[in-house]
């Protein structure tokens, strides 16, 4: 259960970053681009110039787009903690809570493929201001929006999906243009990095503003934060290059020419849907992502009702689970790789060895909470609970070198297209699983049939379909 699709955003980013310099570099012969990323004697001159000059603007540019991913997942997990004093003073049921906590990926789910196309016609900077400055006026009606009813605060979160939706391909454009190929790596995961800096401050923050200042707090308080990126956005010009930089000239002849191509040569959609590798890649999407989704909307409530605690601890134990994905990750890519060049692993192994892990494993981590939760809030093992979910997030991390890796595996021109598609399909968990979830635990009153038992059957599913269909072998239509 890694990554909230931060891995594949970060994975489709540096693709889309590459398809933007080389197509360009073909179609437009521009040798300086070459030299530049290539580390020729002009290019070396450049960086040593930068650094006597200090923080080159590109950088600056990354900086504030590194920020606005953090607030992105702030906004995003604040309604997680919230919900839980939300529902005991408004009175809602469980499924009422699903409902509010899954109306977020109502419109998240909606601008996964437009994102990108808007982003290429406007300029991604201009995308990206869109993006923050809709989520945060979303957040920020939020509090009365709940006074209204369920229906007006889900609106709100649906704003606020639409905006967190804009994020991933406006910041990923921003870069093609500005960011020169020998720092593409670097960029782009400074920048997705804020998204799990991002859930940790929030949900550090949220326990302690709420106990202290009311669930309130947290919406206002976020909000805020993001209208004021917006102001400063601006100021820090994201639409233009570094001055005096031979490789800026031929990166925005680059990124155009690249835009033209793109232009003349129509997605494949057909060939996509009629691909068993591309089909195996959108259940695992599924799959994984009911499993990530219903736990990250669920787990604060899940130590409050089942296990007695309160808000301020709920949000602090929700913390350690995504800490345990977090040092597993550095692990997962050397290994993967390793098996490969190294060892002689076909890549196709490699992938459903290590999606196999991240399916397997949380599955049975699944199982084992299922049996563990306790019947009286209070009574279970806390730390045993505890321990096991953060084992299942650590071991969902492995999913980064299989499903996660497989778009780019089959084609490296349209792993942007792929990526959209497949996150379409995994953004539908986060409607239907949270939902779900939420009945279930109405009609059943109890969190393993609820909670536990639905994403076990959901990972073993997608476990049997991308073992039996996935491939990394480049398709005919790349």
């Not at 040593?48 to 504030?64: C, I, K, L, S, T």
């Not at 604040?78 to 409902?99: D, F, Y």
């Not at 691909?275 to 890649?281: D, G, L, T």
């Amino acid at each position: 259960m890694a990554g909230d699709d931060q891995a594949s955003t970060i994975y489709t980013a540096l693709a889309n970053l590459e398809d933007s310099v080389d197509d360009a570099d073909a179609a437009a012969a521009a040798g300086a681009a070459a030299g530049a990323a290539s580390g020729t004697p002009a290019a070396t001159a450049e960086a040593a110039a930068e650094q006597q000059a200090g923080v080159p603007h590109r950088w600056r540019v990354v900086g504030m787009m590194a920020l606005s991913f953090v607030l992105c997942n702030m906004d995003k997990v604040n309604m997680s903690v919230a919900v839980i004093p939300m529902a005991k003073e408004l009175g809602w049921t469980a499924m009422e809570r699903g409902l509010v906590s899954s109306s977020f990926f109502w419109g998240y789910s909606l601008t996964q493929i437009p994102a990108g196309w808007v982003s290429t016609s406007i300029g991604g900077a201009r995308v990206l201001f869109a993006g923050v400055a809709l989520w945060s006026l979303g957040t920020l009606i939020a509090p009365p929006a709940a006074k209204l009813g369920l229906v007006a605060l889900c609106a709100t979160r649906l704003f606020v999906g639409l905006g967190e939706g804009l994020a991933p391909s406006s910041a990923t454009n921003v870069m093609a243009r500005i960011v020169p190929e020998r720092e593409r790596a670097r960029a782009v995961t400074t920048v997705f990095g804020g998204l799990d800096v991002g859930s940790a401050v929030g949900l550090l923050l949220c326990g302690p503003l709420i106990h202290w200042f009311g669930w309130q707090s947290v919406f206002y308080l976020f909000a805020v934060l993001g209208l004021v990126w917006c102001l400063a956005w601006p100021l820090f010009k994201p639409e233009q290059q570094d001055e005096g930089g031979g490789w800026a000239c031929a990166q925005a002849a680059a990124a155009a020419a690249a835009r033209e191509a793109d232009k003349r040569r129509p997605v494949p959609w057909g060939a996509f849907l009629r691909s068993s590798p591309v089909w195996a890649i959108i259940v695992a999407h599924f799959c994984f992502n009911w499993g990530y989704y219903t736990l990250l909307a669920w787990l604060p409530s899940y130590f409050d009702m089942a296990l007695g605690l309160n808000v301020e601890k709920s949000s602090l134990l929700t913390l350690i689970p995504y800490v345990s994905m977090t040092l597993m990750t550095p692990l997962v890519g050397p290994i993967a790789d390793g098996l490969a060049s190294k060892h002689g692993w076909a890549v196709t192994d490699v992938r459903k060895l290590c999606q196999g892990i991240s399916f397997a494993g949380p599955a049975l981590c699944m199982l084992a909470l299922a049996l563990l939760t306790p019947a009286t809030p209070g009574a279970g093992p806390i730390g045993l609970i505890v321990g096991v979910m953060s084992l299942a997030f650590a071991l969902g991390a492995w999913s980064r070198a299989g499903l996660y890796c497989n778009h780019q595996d089959l084609s490296p021109k349209y792993a942007g297209a792929l990526l959209g598609l497949s996150n379409t399909a995994g953004a539908l968990p986060g409607v239907l699983g949270v939902t779900f979830a939420g009945y279930l635990l109405d009609q059943t009153g109890s969190w393993a049939h609820a909670l536990f038992y639905p994403t076990a059957a959901c990972q073993l599913l997608g476990l049997v379909v991308y073992t039996t269909f996935a491939s990394s072998q480049r398709q005919a239509w790349d």
